[in-house]
């Protein structure tokens, strides 16, 4: 999987949008877009994603920038729970196995009340 | 959530002996997973299956065997348990290895 780059941290406040910056230069015609959280002492859970387009679903936004080089994971109404930290991933759908996820160090977001 | 469960979810053990994580899911997903996360190096991947009976190896397999019987069990085995084997293990399972995987909660094992 191609190598993805994150800030090691961001600080946001409760109640305010977030966005979660994500630098994919060498992503492929064929590599999704994923991004996982993991909270204080839990698995990692799935949070979205995306090929070209823009998505939506009730946990957050992904924006895909036209070149595909980078990708921003927006939280609308950040809360306290969204504290973790955040995994960006690429997946290539073209390599026919299924071999896991490769996580990197992802950015430790911290929510301020 | 997904219907996953590890066991055990702690387990204290001593260097050279033989340890057994258990992953359970309710699911019926065909892929599973066990990656092993430590300080500084993020999850990494040790095996994977497709199926049943049906695995491979992933990036930091050395000192790891695993067994899948049935669908909706994945056990790690640790034949000869060393203190660098010492991490917090997490199963994950998916339907589709090109979707959402979901994950387990855990085991934190600690090798003497």
């Known amino acids: 999987d191609a190598k993805t780059t994150q800030p090691n941290s961001m600080e946001s406040n409760e109640e305010e949008p977030v966005h979660l910056p994500c630098n994919h230069s060498t992503i492929s015609g064929t590599d999704y877009i994923h991004w996982y959280r993991q909270l204080p002492s839990q698995g990692p859970e799935y949070v979205i994603h995306?090929?070209?387009s823009n998505v939506n679903n009730r946990m957050a936004s992904l924006a895909i920038a036209e070149d595909r080089k980078s990708s921003t994971l927006i939280l609308h109404r950040a809360t306290l729970r969204d504290a973790a930290v955040y995994y960006c991933i690429l997946r290539d759908r073209a390599g026919g196995g299924a071999d896991g996820l490769t996580f990197g160090k992802g950015t430790h977001l911290i929510i301020q009340p | 959530d997904a219907g996953i469960t590890q066991s055990p979810r702690h387990k204290v053990t001593e260097t050279g002996t033989p340890v057994t994580l258990r992953c359970h899911q309710t699911?019926?997903?065909?892929?599973m997973y066990w990656y092993r996360q430590d300080p500084g190096h993020g999850l990494r991947l040790i095996h994977y299956s497709y199926g049943v009976k049906d695995t491979d190896k992933g990036e930091v397999s050395d000192g790891y065997s695993v067994s899948r019987s049935k669908t909706e069990d994945f056990l790690l085995t640790l034949e000869s348990a060393t203190s660098s084997q010492t991490s917090v293990y997490f199963c994950a399972i998916s339907q589709d290895p090109y979707n959402e995987q979901f994950f387990g909660p855990g085991t934190r094992l600690t090798v003497l």
């Open positions: 995306g090929l070209t």
């Open positions: 699911e019926n997903h065909r892929y």
